[in-house]
Nanobody
Framework: QVQLVESGGGLVQPGGSLTLSCAAS????????MGWYRQAPGKQRELVAT?????????NYADSVKGRFTISRDNAMSMVYLQMNSLKPEDTAVYYC?????????WGQGTQVTVSS
């Protein structure tokens, strides 16, 4: 079992930056990939970015955040980060940390990111 604790959400002005953190504990040796998803009110949860254990940390980004967001991890897969730059109001959502062990998907509790003046 993997447990996830997220932090870093908050209110930021358009064009600003914010960094989200997710700490994984438990059976972290089983983690294949980690990622961030987000869900805005009335919308489906969508992928933001993922990073794998292998391949030196292969990453994948949603088109809407490419060039603005950066996902990173430590080598032990105990921490994953999402650096968000040039934030837009449409980035407003609850952001969820996610872990894929190939046996189960584990989700964090979510952290609110609000981009507003």
């Amino acid at each position: 079992q993997v447990q996830l604790v997220e932090s870093g959400g908050g209110l930021v002005q358009p064009g600003g930056s914010l960094t989200l953190s997710c700490a994984a504990s438990g059976s972290i040796f089983s983690i294949y990939a980690m990622g961030w998803y987000r869900q805005a009110p009335g919308k489906q949860r969508e992928l933001v970015a993922t990073i794998r254990r292998g391949g030196g940390g292969i990453t994948n980004y949603a088109d809407s955040v490419k060039g603005r967001f950066t996902i990173s991890r430590d080598n032990a897969m105990s921490m994953v980060y999402l650096q968000m730059n040039s934030l837009k109001p449409e980035d407003t959502a609850v952001y969820y940390c996610n872990v894929d062990t190939r046996e189960e998907m584990v989700w964090g509790q979510g952290t609110q990111v609000t981009v507003s003046s």
